[in-house]
Nanobody, 120 residues
Framework: QVQLVESGGGLVQPGGSLDLTCAAS????????MAWYRQAPGKQRELVAS???????AYTEAVKGRFTISRDDAKNTVYLQMNSLKPEDTADYFC??????????????WGQGTQVTVSS
């Protein structure tokens, strides 16, 4: 079992920045593919950025060039640096961890989310 705790959300003006942090309870986080998702009111949850256990990184088109995902496995932590924020970035942001075990079993975990509001 892996517990994920997000922090760093808040209210920011358009054009501003926020840094989100996801702290994992497991010391085995280096084995997990990590990702940030977001869910805006009335919309489906969507993938924002991912960083695999081998450090391969991917972003959804809407955040490319503005958001940066990173991980520090020694600290069991994943980060999402968000710059040039727009009102459409307003959402609850969720941390996600997943891995496929040697026997093929897939294990996935979600954090409780942190709210990001971009508004003037």
């Amino acid at each position: 079992q892996v517990q994920l705790v997000e922090s760093g959300g808040g209210l920011v003006q358009p054009g501003g920045s926020l840094d989100l942090t996801c702290a994992a309870s497991s010391g085995l986080i280096f084995m997990y593919n990590m990702a940030w998702y977001r869910q805006a009111p009335g919309k489906q949850r969507e993938l924002v950025a991912s960083i695999a256990s081998n450090f391969n990184i991917a972003y959804t088109e809407a955040v490319k060039g503005r958001f940066t995902i990173s991980r520090d496995d020694a600290k069991n932590t994943v980060y999402l640096q968000m710059n040039s924020l727009k009102p459409e970035d307003t959402a609850d942001y969720f941390c996600h961890a997943e891995r496929t075990m040697a026997d093929g079993e897939r294990r996935a975990y979600w954090g409780q989310g942190t709210q990001v509001t971009v508004s003037s």
